[in-house]
């Protein structure tokens, strides 16, 4: 979902979000909205300043008069809404979507780089996930270490897609793309060739500080000292798109 | 107190680096209180060799890696109250687990064989045999409380063992996490 173009002049709506009566911009999504107003909602694809994926499914919340869950991220606010953004039931969604994510590839936090520092990592102590319920897929994915600043490692990555959007749509490089479906989909620089012989990278380094976890890290780090600092995504976003 | 109103603690290691049991020992002062509090019957700290028939709280470092290590998982799920996972290896199966990768026989070779240069051959006597798939301990008995880390702080697992003792399930995600 592309980035909507702010409106000059727009309406605004009320709605109830955890029993607050809120104001929005009509033009505002459900998880803007939340932020806005301090109240928690767990993400790892969704990420200030890129394109709405809606892939995760963590930011999912509880809409009065609808059976479907909808999805914060991807669902614009409108007047009367009624939200629940913390039931028990979107607790052990959530904490067993995070499960999913650990048992398909291998992220052993314990020696990774980003240790200390991963969203992901945060996300399952956030959601209680103290084990994995479900057995671990125990899967082979490589990594590619070809590139001389960065490397790639996909059993860390959970296919957040924020590496090909930010490359897209700030960078404007599109080097990174997703290639195969199911436990097979992985992220690709150019035409599914190494790292390091893409034509199209500028080694520009945002694919790797927007990146949840340790899955794209810079060369000659060591566990846990991959800090990643994205400062900078609101500021460029907001002079890719004015306002 | 007397003896017999104190909580028995069973405590062993599996497939683990036994850093866990150092960040134990790692309460330090603390483990002068625990003693008034529970008596640690079988475990590597003590001398006990066997496990007795009943324990209240079981611990178990490390992942399910060989036959002794499984073995060792069902004496423990059978003879205690409360089973404890102490640790990732224990959790999720952790470095011990990244094998899983690769064929039983290629790890074993890399081991034993294609790194050695004097006499290599792998051993088979008084060694468990190597399960082809290290799983983590809930992987195969069924387990209480789990308590994430690499390793767990000592604080962690003095919060864990103070609830344990008052009664109460405790909440190990308030106070660690995996890779911690």
Same mark, same amino acid.
């Given at each position: 979902?592309?980035?909507?173009?702010?409106?000059?002049?727009?309406?605004?709506?009320?709605?109830?979000?955890?029993?607050?009566?809120?104001?929005?911009?009509?033009?505002?999504?459900?998880?803007?909205?939340?932020?806005?107003?301090?109240?928690?909602?767990?993400?790892?694809?969704?990420?200030?300043?890129?394109?709405?994926?809606?892939?995760?499914?963590?930011?999912?919340?509880?809409?009065?008069?609808?059976?479907?869950?909808?999805?914060?991220?991807?669902?614009?606010?409108?007047?009367?809404?009624?939200?629940?953004?913390?039931?028990?039931?979107?607790?052990?969604?959530?904490?067993?979507?995070?499960?999913?994510?650990?048992?398909?590839?291998?992220?052993?936090?314990?020696?990774?780089?980003?240790?200390?520092?991963?969203?992901?990592?945060?996300?399952?102590?956030?959601?209680?996930?103290?084990?994995?319920?479900?057995?671990?897929?125990?899967?082979?994915?490589?990594?590619?270490?070809?590139?001389?600043?960065?490397?790639?490692?996909?059993?860390?990555?959970?296919?957040?897609?924020?590496?090909?959007?930010?490359?897209?749509?700030?960078?404007?490089?599109?080097?990174?793309?997703?290639?195969?479906?199911?436990?097979?989909?992985?992220?690709?620089?150019?035409?599914?060739?190494?790292?390091?012989?893409?034509?199209?990278?500028?080694?520009?380094?945002?694919?790797?500080?927007?990146?949840?976890?340790?899955?794209?890290?810079?060369?000659?780090?060591?566990?846990?000292?991959?800090?990643?600092?994205?400062?900078?995504?609101?500021?460029?976003?907001?002079?890719?798109?004015?306002? | 107190?007397?003896?017999?109103?104190?909580?028995?603690?069973?405590?062993?290691?599996?497939?683990?680096?036994?850093?866990?049991?150092?960040?134990?020992?790692?309460?330090?002062?603390?483990?002068?209180? #625990?003693?008034?509090? @529970? +008596?640690?019957? %079988?475990?590597?700290? =003590?001398?006990?060799?066997?496990?007795?028939?009943?324990?209240? $709280?079981?611990?178990?470092?490390?992942?399910?890696?060989?036959?002794?290590?499984?073995?060792?998982?069902?004496?423990?799920?059978?003879?205690?109250?409360?089973?404890?996972?102490?640790?990732?290896?224990?959790?999720?199966?952790?470095?011990?687990?990244?094998?899983?990768?690769?064929? #039983?026989?290629?790890? @074993? +070779?890399?081991? %034993?064989?294609?790194? =050695?240069?004097?006499?290599?051959?792998?051993?088979?006597?008084? $060694?468990?045999?190597?399960?082809?798939?290290?799983?983590?301990?809930?992987?195969?008995?069924?387990?209480?409380?789990?308590?994430?880390?690499?390793?767990?702080?000592?604080?962690?697992?003095?919060?864990?063992?103070?609830?344990?003792?008052?009664?109460?399930?405790?909440?190990?995600?308030?106070?660690?996490?995996?890779?911690?």
């Amino acid at each position: 979902m592309p980035l909507p173009a702010k409106q000059p002049n727009v309406r605004v709506v009320t709605l109830n979000i955890d029993g607050r009566d809120l104001s929005a911009r009509e033009d505002e999504t459900i998880i803007e909205v939340c932020r806005e107003n301090q109240i928690p909602i767990p993400s790892l694809c969704y990420l200030e300043g890129l394109s709405v994926w809606g892939a995760c499914r963590l930011c999912l919340v509880e809409l009065a008069g609808q059976g479907r869950l909808l999805a914060a991220c991807s669902t614009r606010v409108a007047e009367g809404m009624q939200i629940q953004t913390n039931t028990e039931r979107l607790q052990r969604y959530r904490r067993t979507i995070v499960e999913l994510l650990f048992a398909e590839r291998n992220h052993v936090c314990s020696v990774c780089v980003s240790n200390g520092h991963c969203e992901l990592q945060h996300m399952a102590q956030k959601c209680g996930v103290d084990h994995v319920r479900v057995p671990y897929r125990q899967a082979s994915y490589p990594v590619d270490s070809s590139h001389e600043m960065f490397r790639l490692d996909h059993d860390r990555c959970i296919l957040c897609t924020r590496c090909v959007r930010v490359c897209d749509e700030i960078e404007g490089a599109h080097t990174w793309d997703v290639m195969g479906r199911g436990s097979d989909c992985r992220v690709i620089t150019d035409m599914a060739q190494p790292w390091g012989e893409s034509d199209t990278c500028t080694s520009c380094g945002k694919c790797v500080q927007v990146c949840p976890t340790g899955a794209l890290v810079k060369q000659g780090t060591s566990v846990g000292e991959m800090v990643k600092d994205q400062h900078f995504l609101p500021i460029l976003a907001r002079r890719r798109h004015p306002q | 107190m007397s003896a017999t109103s104190k909580i028995t603690v069973a405590t062993t290691w599996l497939d683990g680096c036994s850093g866990c049991h150092m960040s134990f020992l790692d309460m330090d002062e603390r483990l002068i209180e #625990l003693v008034q509090q @529970v +008596d640690i019957v %079988y475990s590597p700290l =003590v001398d006990t060799k066997t496990l007795p028939e009943q324990v209240d $709280v079981g611990i178990l470092e490390g992942s399910i890696s060989s036959e002794d290590d499984l073995e060792k998982a069902r004496d423990f799920r059978k003879h205690c109250k409360i089973l404890v996972s102490l640790g990732d290896c224990a959790v999720n199966g952790n470095v011990p687990a990244m094998r899983n990768h690769f064929k #039983l026989a290629d790890v @074993v +070779d890399r081991a %034993y064989r294609d790194t =050695v240069t004097v006499q290599p051959q792998t051993p088979t006597q008084g $060694v468990p045999a190597l399960l082809s798939v290290v799983k983590p301990i809930h992987g195969v008995v069924g387990v209480d409380v789990f308590v994430p880390g690499c390793p767990p702080s000592a604080d962690a697992i003095w919060y864990v063992l103070r609830e344990l003792i008052a009664g109460r399930v405790p909440d190990p995600s308030a106070v660690t996490r995996f890779g911690a």
